[in-house]
């Protein structure tokens, strides 16, 4: 019941703030709103009451800073969600002759066609926040079994270039970091799961290195975030442009600083290299659950381990947990220090300990969260790793000598943030690879 007042009194405050801040046409109250999702007639893309729906949803959507927003159609109805913080929340029901009108408006503000409902499209859209910034979405959709799908991807400027205290980076992690990024060429990788925050910390990273004096490329699939101090470019796979090949295109346009959206093949990690090798500082991602696991990776595709040794400067792992609300968080009694001693045994939690636990209010959609921060696991390459790389390149073997080197797992960061308050054990446990 509390769950679903603080998602009424949520979505009553929105629609009231679209109404307020919309272009004035359209429904001229709630009522009137919840009418048109009462209505049976055909709706056409443009009506006012389409439009004025659109305008309250993304109005909702930056509100709760949501960072996807899901159209989906059902048998009798389709159904709004929104992904907060990592998790999708149900949000609005609506008839589908209202959810087909919606997407239909949508996909014309995205240059998409509207007529085509077999195959899958792609488009973008550029509207502001509340606040008055510039905020892109991108747009997908995909034919189901009972009509079109909609997912929209909301890029915003304040979530996705941050600095390095924002991200999460502890004092030790981000003075390695900075040390790392100044060096004049080499690789710089940066793995992790799908949505663990990759992109945002090469933005974010970027944006800090790009001055007057030094030329960013960046060759991307799909480009994420339009951001005037890169030069950036897109795959496009249906005209024989790849990775590769966009690659070895950039190599002739004088770049200091590479951005590769990511290694996927032999051909690309042989160009990689090879731009390394010639001076140049590159950046890209990988998919791996930690950061010794890349060097393993890049073996595995094919990278010989003395190109590895020339040109890799490190590894940064991440993940992405949800962060306690401010608002209604309580001192956790149950959390003791020796459960988190348990949690990353044999190492330790130094420094304070103060730890929370979610309860749930208006705030944070009774969830007890608001928000999230990376946890982060940086391997430096030294000449001991190296030596490991040529001699002996197993996992386990590589993890040594990382820690040794000075890297701390990731499950040691978030037993951190346990120990701050920040956030919970169970969110470090869901998130984190165990202990080896």
């Known amino acids: 019941v509390a769950k679903f007042t603080a998602e009424f009194f949520a979505l009553a405050k929105s629609v009231k703030a679209a109404l ?11 009522e009137q709103l919840v009418e ?14 389409v439009v004025q729906v659109v305008d309250w949803l993304w109005q909702y959507a930056f509100d709760q800073r949501a960072s996807d927003i899901h159209l989906e159609p059902r048998r009798e109805q389709g159904v ?9 929340h149900p949000v609005y029901q609506l008839p589908m002759g209202v959810h087909s009108a919606m997407t239909a408006r949508i996909k014309l ?10 195959r899958p499209q792609d488009g973008r859209i550029k509207t502001r926040n509340p606040r008055g910034d510039e905020v892109e979405m991108r747009l997908s959709t995909l034919p189901t079994a009972f009509g079109e799908k909609m997912v929209m991807r909301i890029f915003d400027p304040d979530t996705t270039v941050k600095n390095l205290d924002a991200l999460g980076f502890s004092p030790h992690d981000a003075e390695r970091w900075e040390q790392l990024v100044k060096k004049p060429h080499g690789i710089v990788l940066v793995t992790g799961p799908t949505g663990s925050g990759k992109t945002t910390t ?7 290195l790009a001055t007057e004096e030094v030329n960013v490329n960046t060759i991307e699939d799909p480009i994420e975030m339009i951001e005037p101090a890169f030069n950036q470019t897109q795959v496009q796979s249906h005209l024989d442009f790849g990775f590769p090949e966009g690659l070895r295109a950039l190599m002739r346009q004088d770049p200091d600083i590479i951005m590769v959206g990511e290694i996927r093949d032999l051909q690309t990690a042989e160009m990689a290299v090879q731009a390394a090798l010639t001076g140049h500082l590159v950046f890209s991602t990988l998919h791996t659950n930690d950061a010794p696991s890349a060097v393993s990776r890049l073996m595995e595709l094919g990278v010989p381990s003395y190109l590895i040794n020339a040109t890799l400067l490190g590894v940064l792992a991440q993940r992405l947990v ?13 959390t003791s220090r020796e459960t988190l001693a348990e949690l990353v045994k044999p190492w330790q939690v130094s420094g304070g300990y103060r730890p929370y636990k979610a309860l749930g209010c208006v705030d944070c959609r009774m969830t007890g969260f608001r928000g999230r921060m990376g946890l982060y696991e940086l391997l430096t390459v030294t000449e ?41 054990v169970e969110e470090i446990l869901a998130s984190t690879p165990p202990l080896s």
């Open 36 to 49: 048109l999702n009462r209505s049976n007639k055909p709706l056409d893309a443009n009506d006012q009451g």
């Open 80 to 88: 709004i969600r929104f992904r907060i913080d990592g998790v999708l």
């Open 202 to 208: 090469l933005y974010s990273t970027l944006k800090r």
């Open 322 to 334: 949800r962060t306690l609300c401010n608002q209604c968080r309580e001192p956790d009694e149950s």
């Open 109 to 118: 503000l995205g240059r998409m066609d509207v007529v085509e409902k077999r």
């Open 20 to 30: 307020k801040s919309g272009s004035g046409s359209g429904s001229a109250s709630f």
């Open 384 to 424: 001991g790793f190296k030596e490991k790389v040529s001699k002996e390149p197993s996992i386990d073997a590589l993890r040594r000598q990382a820690i040794a080197d000075g890297m701390r797992p990731l499950r040691l960061a978030g037993a951190r943030k346990v120990a701050e308050g920040v956030t919970t």
